[in-house]
């Protein structure tokens, strides 16, 4: 199964400033079937980034997506209050779909 | 709006079997040709795939679920279940039902909507 490591763990940011969170696949994603999920606390997973770079519906253009092959990264421009939450990506390029460990991107 | 609502114990005894229910409303009259899934996670941790089910009752599951695991759909479309045998606490976890996005039409996709969650405890 496809590993997906992020980095960093943690991530501690000012409201406004930008965020650049990593994710790392153990062997190349085809088709850039790479998902990003923004989560806060006793709250499901939101889809925020599919296909590697587009952005699901609703979800404001702060937040994109970029990479390929076995690195990926979401940017978010900058860092509004709500923003502040942990990050997942997941591969759906082959199955089992596997998910990163997260990053949680906390207020400074 | 779709939405996605769990349901079941909230507890189950260490050996015996975890059964949920999803119930799905709202949303287009084609969602009967939708994959849905079941994902978990446990307190504090990340999320884990348990198994996907296409509308017409083609499943998925995770291998390392697959020995103990069910997913099953009703006819009407409008709940499917997850049955997970001989649980320990290590199957302690949030239980999330979801809709897996169309954007890949596959049981292996990104999921764009998903139930609250459902704590499952296993203690005796």
């Known amino acids: 199964e496809i590993v997906l490591t992020q980095s960093p763990g943690t991530l501690s940011l000012s409201p406004g400033e930008r965020a650049t969170l990593s994710c790392r696949a153990s062997q190349s994603i085809t088709n850039r079937y790479l998902a990003w999920y923004q989560q806060k606390p006793g709250q499901a997973p939101r889809l925020l980034i599919y296909g590697a770079s587009s952005r699901a519906t609703g979800v404001p253009d702060r937040f994109s997506g970029s990479g390929s092959g076995t690195d990926f990264t979401l940017t978010i421009s900058r860092l509004e209050p709500e923003d502040f939450a942990v990050y997942y990506c997941q591969q759906y390029d082959s199955s089992p779909q596997t998910f990163g460990q997260g990053t949680k991107v906390e207020i400074k | 709006q779709l939405q996605l609502q769990e349901s079941g114990p909230g507890l189950v005894k260490p050996s015996e079997t975890l059964s949920l229910t999803c119930t799905v409303s709202g949303g287009s009259t084609d969602r009967g040709t939708y994959y849905w899934g079941w994902i978990r996670q446990p307190p504090g941790k990340g999320l884990e795939w348990i198994g996907s089910?296409?509308?017409?009752?083609?499943?998925y599951y995770n291998p390392s679920l697959k020995s103990r695991l069910t997913i099953s759909v009703d006819t009407s479309k409008t709940h499917f279940s997850l049955n997970l045998t001989s649980v320990t606490a290590a199957d302690t976890a949030v239980y999330y039902c979801?809709?897996?996005?169309?954007?890949?039409?596959?049981?292996?996709?990104?999921?764009?909507?998903w139930g609250q969650g459902t704590l499952v405890t296993v203690s005796s």
């Open positions: 979801a809709k897996l996005s169309t954007s890949k039409i596959s049981p292996t996709s990104c999921y764009d909507h």
């Open positions: 089910i296409f509308y017409k009752g083609d499943t």
